[in-house]
């Protein structure tokens, strides 16, 4: 199985809901990803997370707060967002930096189809 | 600021033909990556070449590398409909999970 999960495809929220969205991969891999797309840019690295621990927040707003459960799912909760914040949420996971030899930096990573996320 | 700049932003050409986009880079690397994005979906891994290596090939593609101008390149052959993507070269940094995305290149192939 080499498929990332993401639910739901489209959210719509408004600026004092709460919400999550999910990401799910199952090809035991250690490092998994969020970032944000906005039209027409490339994707923006939000988070990384390294056997279940954070490893790098890009100095992310606090509205956004990560969490990664198990090895996985990774989940991104989602409180008091701005209208700014409507974009592409892409997961992506991959074996991290090292392959299991611990020497290869090859780190191809998996992406999920993404959340198209509007906030009013 | 993004560490892969290419060039050119967006490139129309008919079906059959090639398509050449470019990629440059800051930092020094351990390999680059090429991602291929259908509209408003994911990423899409295309190939990787590691430092080491000058020229890469799958089916249809045919990545270069030259670590001295800190630059690739990605050739389509014989494009194809179906290509019609937004295609993004990544460079990860080295020792790190952080990946970096350049500005992307937008394909139109016409049929």
């Known amino acids: 199985d080499t498929e990332v999960t993401q639910t739901p495809k489209h959210l719509v929220m408004g600026m004092t809901n709460k919400k999550s969205l999910k990401c799910e991969q199952h090809?035991?891999?250690?490092?998994m990803y969020w970032y944000k797309q906005k039209a027409k840019k490339p994707p923006e690295l939000m988070f990384v997370?390294?056997?279940?621990?954070?490893?790098i927040n890009e100095s992310v707003p606090s509205r956004f707060s990560p969490e990664c459960p198990n090895s996985s799912l990774l989940n991104l909760h989602l409180h008091a967002l701005q209208p700014e914040d409507s974009a592409l949420y892409l997961c992506?996971?991959?074996?991290?930096?090292?392959?299991?030899?611990?020497?290869?930096?090859?780190?191809?990573?998996?992406f999920g189809p993404g959340t198209r996320l509007t906030v009013l | 600021s993004q560490q892969g700049e290419e060039d050119p932003q967006a490139l129309s050409i008919q079906e059959g033909e090639n398509a050449t986009m470019n990629c440059s880079y800051k930092?020094?690397?351990?390999?680059l990556q090429w991602y291929r994005q259908n509209s408003g979906r994911g990423l899409v891994h295309l190939i990787l070449?590691?430092?080491?290596?000058r020229e890469k090939h799958s089916g249809r593609l045919r990545v270069t590398l030259d670590t001295s101008k800190k630059s690739s390149s990605l050739l389509i052959t014989a494009s194809r409909a179906a290509d019609t993507a937004s295609y993004f070269c990544?460079?990860?940094?080295?020792?790190?999970?952080?990946?970096?995305f350049g500005a992307g290149t937008r394909l139109f192939v016409k049929a």
């Open positions: 992506a996971s991959s074996q991290g930096p090292f392959g299991l030899a611990g020497v290869s930096s090859y780190n191809e990573q998996f």
């Open positions: 090809m035991g891999h250690r490092a």
């Open positions: 997370y390294s056997y279940e621990k954070l490893s």
């Open positions: 930092t020094s690397i351990n390999n």
């Open positions: 070449i590691r430092s080491n290596e």
């Open positions: 990544a460079t990860p940094y080295t020792g790190g999970f952080k990946t970096i």
